[in-house]
């Protein structure tokens, strides 16, 4: 066995590790799509207030997701993406610990379980260059999830100790709260759930008495409340409503969208349901009975709920992109994650006198957790080599066509051609693909490449028949 000061250096130089490993990802993630509008927007921001002015006018006309966009005007201010990318790297490490800290069943510096989890942020995140690797996607996903991560970790960690009410507890949830309120629809929606589920079972537990109530339950609800309402009610969410086409009405529509819904879980998050559900069997024939079962799995039930919830609260807004189960997605992983670890560390016996911790049967269960998540991350590392390469080779290609661009504003250019992106480097940690010039000059990416540069006009060539440089 591992002794415990060994796998602390092995979980913190894991932990160092993906900070390095998405830093340099982030590093190779060239400036695209709507990181060249709003950087354009923020150029004319004179000093931070005017930045507040900007997601003012942001709120009224766009959406109410201000906390994601103040964010990535923060940084856009700043004009060096190299301190994006830093930071970026900081929220994915701290993520990965938020979720670790939500699964009770780890042990003291589970360096297995933590290394599922990150594989878990690496292989199941369907959006990944949409949520991660993308500084406009990063700051209205990556960011905003772990704002809900820590408020939702604060907030179970003091329920579980019945913490005293102090003015600093307080202050702490409140901001917390209000910022997780405040982060996007339907993963605020599920931190609000949390806040009240987590209430009510402390209700039940005090046999429907209210006794227990504290003013920093009080004031966490309250914050999530507030941060929830200033989003909705942000006028610019209706203006982006009305223009949404949906070939549906009525009763009609919502079962569209649920048919839509079910789709992208099987889609996307199929391996995941499936592993809950497998861990939730195991753990039905390893428990006693069914209050043991219950206990056991508590945890595992209450995120896959609020996953559930979450991926399913977008049956509100006539369509959505798969980028906004993000949440949903940050959900399951905690309940699979928490499965997994109860797998893990229950120590199975074969029912013989001879079979200790040392027995057949533990031994080929922890052989199979161990080889299992070594496996997996040395996938990941193969993955993670090949497709740097392919994101170098795209970086290479932006900053080429970028300089080239550039030559031509200073000349005074007005109608240009720039070449496309070579197909063969595509891969799933790069948006840039889906953000690459068009042939059509009408094209909206085309647009903001010509007005960051100051052209009439952008068009598209496909690179194999370009020939300029």
């Known amino acids: 066995m591992i002794q415990n000061k ?7 130089l894991m932990a160092f590790i993906t900070f390095i490993m998405v830093a340099v990802y982030e590093y190779l993630t ?49 004009g060096n993406k190299v301190i994006f990318d830093i930071v970026a790297a900081l929220v994915f490490t701290l993520e990965s ?17 933590y290394g599922v989890i990150l594989c878990f942020l690496w292989f199941f995140d369907p959006a990944i260059s949409n949520t991660v690797f993308w500084e406009t996607g990063a700051c209205n996903y990556l960011f905003t ?19 005293e009410n102090s003015v600093g507890l307080m202050i702490k949830l409140a901001v917390l709260g209000l910022l997780a309120g405040w982060c996007n629809e339907n993963t605020s929606g599920g931190v609000i759930l949390v806040t009240v589920i987590l209430l ?19 004031v966490s609800l309250v914050a999530n409340l507030i941060g929830f309402a200033f989003m909705i009610a942000s006028p610019g969410n209706y203006s982006r409503a009305e223009g949404a086409d949906e070939e549906h009405t009525g009763f009609m529509a919502l079962m569209a969208r649920f048919l839509k819904i079910v789709l992208n879980i099987k889609e996307n998050y199929l391996v995941l349901t499936v592993m809950f559900v497998v861990l939730l069997i195991f753990v039905a024939y390893v428990a006693v009975d069914k209050r043991k079962f219950m206990e056991m799995t508590r945890t595992m039930r209450f995120f896959g709920f609020i996953a ?25 992983m905690i309940a699979v994650a928490n499965g997994v670890a109860i ?8 029912g013989s006198a001879s079979d200790q911790e040392k027995g057949l049967a533990f031994v080929m269960q922890q052989t199979a957790v161990t080889s299992a998540v070594v496996v997996a991350l040395l996938i990941l590392m193969f993955s993670y080599i090949e497709n740097g390469a392919n994101l170098a080779r795209i970086k290479r290609e932006f900053n080429e066509r970028d300089a080239y661009l550039q030559e031509l504003a ?52 496909e690179r194999e028949e370009w020939t300029e440089y």
């Open 6 to 12: 060994t796998k602390k250096n092995i979980f913190f």
């Open 30 to 78: 060239p400036v695209m799509s709507d990181d060249i509008f709003y950087g354009g927007v923020v150029s004319g921001a004179k000093n931070i207030f005017d930045l507040f002015g900007q997601e003012y006018d942001h709120y009224l006309h766009h959406s109410g997701r201000n906390v994601a966009h103040i964010i990535l005007r923060f940084f856009l201010f700043s």
């Open 97 to 113: 610990i938020l979720i670790y800290l939500n699964v009770d069943a780890r042990e003291k510096y589970d360096i297995r379980i």
């Open 145 to 163: 999830g772990t704002i809900v991560l820590g408020y939702v970790t604060l907030f179970r960690k003091h329920m579980k100790l019945e913490s």
């Open 200 to 218: 009510a079972y402390k209700w039940l537990q005090n046999n429907k008495s209210f006794k227990f109530l504290k003013p920093w339950m009080v």
């Open 308 to 332: 559930l919830a979450t991926a399913f609260a977008l049956i509100a807004v006539p369509s959505s992109q798969i980028r906004t189960y993000y949440g949903a997605g940050l959900f399951l």
């Open 343 to 350: 797998f893990a560390n229950t120590k199975l016996m074969s």
């Open 410 to 461: 200073d000349k005074g250019e007005i109608d240009v051609y720039a070449p496309k992106l070579r197909p063969q480097w595509d891969n799933r940690f790069s948006f840039a693909y889906q953000s690459d010039l068009d042939e059509d000059y009408h094209f909206w990416i085309n647009q903001f490449y010509a007005e960051k540069y100051g052209f009439d006009t952008v068009s598209g060539v």
